[in-house]
């Protein structure tokens, strides 16, 4: 069984840019989750896709979107870019909302530096 | 809202010494409750969860952690630290109510083991 992927593992943008992450997920998994981890924090929630549907959202604002693709690939799109958006971004994925016996499996994280 | 406190933002042992990360959380009805280990420039690796099973719960590496109701505490502890275990924890929180699969996280531990 395959793990998560997560694709650039580095990125350097400048402020005002558009930056897309890839993620894909663990093989049979239809749920994915972006968590973004910010130097010194832990993974703040962004957003969640069960079957290509967005299924919750933390406190990001609209310019953070996402996408859920027919193999439960997902993208997250950041527009406008700014200083702190810099940070290491995680991929989750999970099979179904089924509460804790369905375990998140996180990718290795792509870290964007924005300059 | 629920949330997460992590008591020391940095912990240092001794090799061969007791490992105590605590960790709290703050919510009326107890959650899924995990540990999650961070190693330098990767994901987040499962250490062990607590389900509502037995409180005293067994994770890989020789981790293990206590759910305590009563003091709303899920605390990470090894016998023996090992050089290896230097890393980061995170212990985090899945609400039972949420329909979103969304973890909240502690700010982290950074776990520094001495020779």
């Known amino acids: 069984e395959t793990g998560v992927t997560q694709s ?108 | 809202a629920q949330s997460v406190t992590q008591l020391g933002s940095h912990v240092s042992v001794s090799e061969g010494a007791l490992v105590l990360l605590r960790c709290n959380y703050s919510s009326s009805v107890p959650p899924y409750l995990f540990w999650y280990v961070q190693y330098p420039n990767q994901g987040l690796q499962l250490l062990l969860k607590y389900t509502s099973a037995a409180t005293l719960v067994k994770g890989i590496n020789g981790f293990e952690a206590e759910f305590k109701k009563s003091e709303t505490s899920f605390h990470l502890t090894k016998p023996s630290a090992h050089m290896s275990d230097a890393a980061e924890y995170f212990c985090a929180v899945l609400p039972r109510t949420s329909g979103t699969y969304k973890y909240i996280f502690g700010t982290g531990t950074r776990l520094k083991v001495l020779a």
């Open chain 1, 8 to 115: 650039p593992t580095h990125l350097i943008k400048t402020r005002g840019q558009q930056v897309t992450l890839r993620c894909s997920s663990q093989s049979g998994h239809n749920t994915v989750s972006w968590y973004q981890q910010a130097l010194g924090q832990g993974p703040q929630f962004i957003f969640q896709y069960y079957r290509e549907e967005e299924n919750g959202r933390g406190n990001f604002p609209p310019r953070f979107s996402g996408l859920q693709f027919p193999n439960y690939s997902s993208e997250l799109n950041v527009n406008a870019l700014e200083l702190d958006d810099s940070a290491l971004y995680l991929c989750a994925s999970s099979l179904g909302l089924g509460g804790a016996a369905t375990e998140a499996f996180f990718g290795q994280g792509t870290r964007l530096t924005v300059v």
